[in-house]
């Protein structure tokens, strides 16, 4: 292939009068297309799976957030401090979540002085555990609310979804289904 193309190439250029310099650079020119033509999806592609990566990274920073966030029913009233099962919470995220994800986020409290007997309750609590490698995790303040819901209404919308399903069954065998 590479013999007709630099005969046609040597053709045409003959027939036009271009100097040797001007057919060199086409003769480049046109090797430099051929191989971008038949790499093409390959330097692009490099960019797009970086940019695909960086969006489910970000996802899944923003799920962990949220998973690690302690939300205003794992406080008590007013003195702020953690419930049974923020301490259980706390004492996973601690001890049993991914290394590089062992941060504990706080939501903000109504003001300032809320906010902080959170974090102080919060920071109690892990002086109490042995985390990896003697590091606690941090502990950091955040705006957004975990979804939650009661257990009760959890335990209420389950029953009835299964009293709701009918009762399985196989369909009935037909005369044509018995012959095969």
């Known amino acids: ?67 690690n966030t302690l939300g205003d029913h794992l406080f008590e009233g007013r003195s702020q401090d953690l419930t049974t099962t923020g301490k259980k919470r706390v004492r996973w995220i601690a001890t049993q979540s991914t290394r590089k994800r062992r941060q504990i986020f706080v939501l903000r409290g109504q003001n300032n002085i809320v906010t902080q007997r ?24 955040s705006d957004r609310q975990p979804p939650s819901e009661s257990g009760t209404r959890l335990y209420q919308v389950h029953r009835q979804f299964q009293d709701s399903q009918p009762a399985p069954r196989l369909p009935a065998l037909s005369a044509n289904d018995s012959a095969n």
């Open 1 to 67: 292939m590479r013999l007709i193309a630099s005969k046609l190439l040597v053709l045409l250029l003959f027939l036009n009068g271009a100097s040797a310099a001007q057919a060199g650079n086409l003769w480049h020119q046109f090797w430099d297309t051929f191989r971008d033509t038949h790499r093409w999806p390959k330097p692009l592609d490099t960019v797009e799976r970086h940019n695909v990566r960086a969006t489910w990274k970000i996802m899944q920073d923003n799920g962990w957030k949220l998973q």
């Open 118 to 141: 959170r974090i102080d309750s919060v920071q109690a609590e892990l002086v109490g555990w042995n985390t990896d490698r003697g590091t606690s995790p941090r502990v950091r303040i």
